[in-house]
């Protein structure tokens, strides 16, 4: 019935272009009604405030019966968002989907996810861990992540900066993101980021 | 020529407007003392060419005295009385036979006239005036079928009295001389109008509903036949009955949530079908207790008249009953079994759900069947009635047992 999909989506689509909100956004992805991008701006008291994340919409055959599916294309530092593939954990993207849900609904519960996470179901362990144990750490991260990838504003970490620089000349071969996030998962510690990369060569 | 005997008993050419012997008539011209005769006189002689559809009575005398009714015949008519035109039902009741029987018709009122089993005629003769005959002659004429339904008569020499228009259902079915049918008629009338304008009133009520899951418009659906709603028991929201059935069967979903409502996650048992939207309270109620007592007259097809076993055991809404038809022995509630697998997580699992999971696998063709089946044991505790792949329809004909097939 791929017929009720198509019809709510367009539907949906309708909603969310017309209604005033502007911290979502929904677009459609090549004429296909059944693939859609969507934005959210980062929660303001959050470190990622400012910053534009976007996220890909597939939506099932099935759909409104099972979720969309629904991931993070922008790089994003939070414990229910994997910071390699932008899987999200979401119940309600899961078993606690209700058909009558909508994708505002979705994009709203996204926007509620960034502003209040929750570390103990972690899609992210190491992040997960870094939120518990050394949290400020992990909002300077964060922070630091939603201004390289989402374009949120304000001056970078000078400290984060320097040992990006430093990794890279360590690890000719790594890229800039493979730097951050290797410094990242290692809660910024140089030595034992470059060591876990001549590890896994 | 008068014969005491004879003169009591109706003339039968009379009754038809041909007697020709006009007062020398040896029997009574009187409709209101004259008895009525009907006895087929030919039956008497020995033969009677009509047999049972005779419209006499045959009565066989015995050489004791005694008669014995062979054959009631129609009842002998009053002409008069008789409609005019075809016989064709009527909205007013039938008269039947006796010369007035105002009495059948009026049952309940607190008329004197009123009688039981005895002829109008036999129980007042004597008591009431010729005017008051005559008033009850005239009260008792039937009413012209054409000029009932259409206020013109094409039949000029028609006998049949001309009712007067009723307001409510346009028809010229008002007695002009029978008061008493009139009211009877105007407040049946009423009844049923009422009843019509708040089955119109509820549909244009639900005509804007939206499907909370679809969102269309449940009431402009294509086909007509998915221009239905599934009301949940248990709270409020607006579905058509198409999207809650599917939503109730999806099952990669926690079946917490499939069983609640898609807008609320309030839990429901059951879905009732129905032709519009009812909000709550006794509409409510009163439409799921016809659901109920619609299901109740089904056969329980897992039940199957004894030779199989149903999972809801004696909380089936279906009919459990042998094939004589006596009801089945109380099976008691529905029986859930718990085990710890092998990893140590708790489990719920029916009795009967390895023989369901084998007949699933021998009878593929029967699927459908058992869609919903494998499905509720194989997680939750709570029993659910969904057995949702057969439908009756408490507001629409029993059409719809297609309902539910796999798209």
């Known amino acids: 019935m791929a017929n009720i999909a198509m019809q709510r989506i367009r539907r949906e689509f309708k909603e969310v272009v017309r209604s005033d909100e502007q911290s979502i956004k929904l677009e459609l992805q090549e004429d296909n009604v059944l693939s859609l991008t969507g934005y959210i701006t980062g929660p303001e008291k959050t470190p990622y405030e400012g910053g534009r994340f976007h996220v890909q919409i597939t939506i099932p055959e099935t759909y409104p019966f099972n979720p969309p599916i629904v991931k993070f294309t922008t790089k994003l530092w939070h414990p229910n ?12 993207l899961k078993d606690q989907w209700a058909a009558a849900m909508t994708l505002r609904i979705v994009l709203l519960s996204l926007q509620a ?16 861990n870094q939120y518990k144990t050394k949290h400020s750490l ?12 989402a374009g949120a504003p304000g001056p970078l970490n000078p400290d984060f900066q320097k040992k990006i620089d430093k990794f890279l000349e360590v690890a000719p071969r790594a890229d800039r993101h493979t730097a951050i996030q290797q410094l990242s998962n290692f809660d910024w510690n140089i030595d034992k980021a470059i060591e876990d990369v001549y590890k896994s060569d | 020529m008068a014969d005491a005997s004879t003169r009591s008993i109706l003339c039968r050419y009379f009754l038809s407007n041909t007697c020709r012997d006009g007062d020398q008539c040896r029997f009574s011209h009187d409709r209101t003392t004259g008895i009525v005769d009907n006895v087929c006189r030919y039956f008497q002689k020995g ?28 009842q002998f008519k009053n002409d008069v009385n008789q409609n005019p035109h075809s016989a064709g039902p009527m909205d007013l009741p039938q008269y039947s036979g006796k010369f007035l029987t105002t009495s059948d018709v009026s049952s309940g009122s607190t008329s004197s006239v009123r009688t039981e089993g005895k002829s109008f ?94 969102m269309d418009i449940v009431l402009d659906k294509e086909p007509e036949l998915s221009r239905r709603f599934g009301i949940l028991e248990n709270c409020s929201h607006v579905f058509c009955l198409t999207c809650i059935r599917r939503w109730r069967q999806v099952k990669n979903v926690d079946v917490k949530s499939a069983r609640g409502c898609p807008e609320c996650r309030t839990p429901s048992d059951f879905v009732t079908p129905s032709a519009y939207f009812v909000e709550g309270g006794d509409d409510k109620l009163a439409l799921i207790t016809g659901y109920k007592n619609a299901l109740s007259s089904k056969d329980c097809k897992y039940f199957n008249r004894g030779k199989g076993t149903c999972p809801f055991a004696n909380k089936c809404f279906y009919k459990h009953a042998l094939p004589d038809g006596t009801p089945a022995p109380d099976a008691g509630p529905p029986t859930t079994r718990r085990r710890y697998d092998a990893n140590g997580h708790f489990q719920e699992f029916a009795p009967d759900m ?23 044991y194989s997680f939750d505790n709570s029993f659910d009635f969904d057995y949702e792949d057969d439908d009756v329809d408490v507001t629409d004909d029993y059409d719809d047992d297609d309902d539910m097939s796999p798209d």
Not at chain 2, 360 to 371: L, T
Request: charged share 25%; with cysteine; aromatic share 6%.
């Open chain 2, 47 to 74: 033969s009677c060419r009509y047999g049972a559809r005779c419209r006499y009575d045959h009565i066989r005398k015995h050489s004791n005295g005694n008669k014995e009714l062979i054959s009631k015949g129609r």
């Open chain 2, 121 to 214: 005629v036999d129980s007042v003769r004597g008591a009431i005036s010729k005017e008051d005959a005559e008033t009850a002659r005239l009260a008792g004429l039937p009413l012209c079928e054409y000029h009932m339904i259409s206020g013109v008569c094409p039949d000029k020499r028609c006998r049949a009295v001309h009712g007067d228009l009723c307001e409510i259902c346009s028809k010229y079915i008002l007695h002009p001389h029978n008061p008493e049918l009139n009211t009877q008629h105007q407040k049946n009338c009423r009844e049923t109008h009422e009843k019509y304008a708040e089955l119109a009133a509820a549909i244009a009520r639900s005509a804007k509903l939206q499907c909370g899951v679809c």
């Open chain 1, 81 to 92: 968002i994997s910071s390699q593939t932008g899987v999200i954990c979401l119940d309600i």
């Open chain 1, 113 to 128: 996810l960034l502003s209040a996470a929750e570390p103990d179901d972690p899609q992210d362990a190491v992040v997960a």
């Open chain 2, 354 to 376: 390895l023989v369901m999971q084998m007949y699933d696998v021998m009878m593929p063709s029967r699927d459908e069947m058992d869609s919903d089946f494998s499905f509720e």
């Open chain 1, 138 to 149: 992990f909002q300077q991260t964060a922070r630091f992540w939603a201004q390289t990838f």
